[in-house]
C-alpha cells in the first residue's frame, strides 16, 4: 500500500503533461498561539530564507521551532522540541483550512489512504527531537475506478492525490490570478505535561509563476 510521504513526487508525474503549469510562492504570514503559550514560551520569530529551490520559513519559541517548506502539493515541516519536556502532535484535533475557508480533516507521512478516515494515534516528539513529517487534507486523496480505453474499462486506476492548488490547467492565466493572495492555515495542537497548545500557521499565496 502505497502511503503519503510518496506524494512528494506528486509534482513531478503532473508536469509531465503539455499543459502550462502554475507554481506558487507561498509565504508563511503569521502564527497565532494561546495566550497562555504567549505567557509560557515567549516571544516568537518568523525567518524567510531563500534556496535554489524555493523559499523556506522557520517559526521559533522557547518550546519549539518548526520549518516549513511549502509547495503546491502538500506541506512538509521539521519540528524541533527545544524543551526538556516529550511534546506529543495530535493528529486528529489537526486541521487545514483552504483558501476558501473550508476546514479539513489532515493526515501525515505514513498514513494508509485505506486509513484515512480512521483515528491517528499522536506523534510523541521526545525532549531535543526534531520531527519531521507532513500535512495533507484527508479527503484531498480519492480512489479512481474509472476505466480507460476499450480494455480498461470498469478497472480501477488507483488512488489519486490531489494537490493544495491547481498546478497543471489550460486556463492558468486566471487561475493564477485568482488564487494569488489568497491565505489557508494549518492548526497543530500540540500537548506539553497535560496542556494542550493549539498553533495556527497562516500561510498567504504571495505570487504565482506560469511555466
Known amino acids: 500500500m502505497r502511503k503519503l510521504s510518496l506524494l512528494i513526487g506528486f509534482a513531478v508525474l503532473l508536469s509531465l503533461g503539455c499543459a502550462p503549469r502554475i507554481y506558487y510562492h507561498i509565504g508563511l504570514l503569521q502564527v497565532e498561539k494561546p495566550v497562555e503559550a504567549k505567557e509560557r514560551y ?32 502538500v506541506l512538509p515541516f521539521t519540528l524541533i522540541n527545544k524543551t526538556t519536556h516529550s511534546i506529543k502532535l495530535i493528529w486528529d484535533e489537526a486541521s487545514y483550512v483552504d483558501e476558501y475557508g473550508v476546514n479539513h480533516r489532515v493526515v501525515h507521512a505514513g498514513t494508509r489512504y485505506v486509513d484515512r478516515s480512521k483515528a491517528q494515534p499522536p506523534s510523541v ?36 492525490e490531489k494537490p493544495l492548488f491547481p498546478t497543471s490547467i489550460y486556463n492558468a492565466e486566471e487561475l493564477a490570478e485568482a488564487h494569488r493572495g489568497k491565505t489557508f492555515q494549518v492548526l497543530l495542537p500540540l500537548e506539553v505535561e497535560g496542556v494542550v497548545n493549539e498553533y495556527i500557521f497562516l500561510f498567504k499565496i504571495e505570487d504565482v509563476e506560469i511555466k
Request: hydrophobic share 40%; no cysteine.
Open 42 to 73: 515567549g516571544a516568537s520569530e518568523i525567518i524567510k530564507f531563500e534556496t535554489e529551490d524555493a523559499n523556506k520559513y522557520s517559526f521559533e519559541d522557547e518550546l519549539l521551532k518548526v520549518v516549513w517548506f511549502p509547495p503546491a502539493d
Open 125 to 160: 516528539i521526545a525532549r531535543e527531537a526534531t520531527l519531521t513529517d507532513l500535512v495533507y487534507p484527508s479527503d484531498y486523496t480519492y480512489w479512481e475506478a474509472k476505466g480507460r480505453g476499450l480494455w480498461g474499462a470498469g478497472k480501477p486506476i488507483g488512488w489519486v
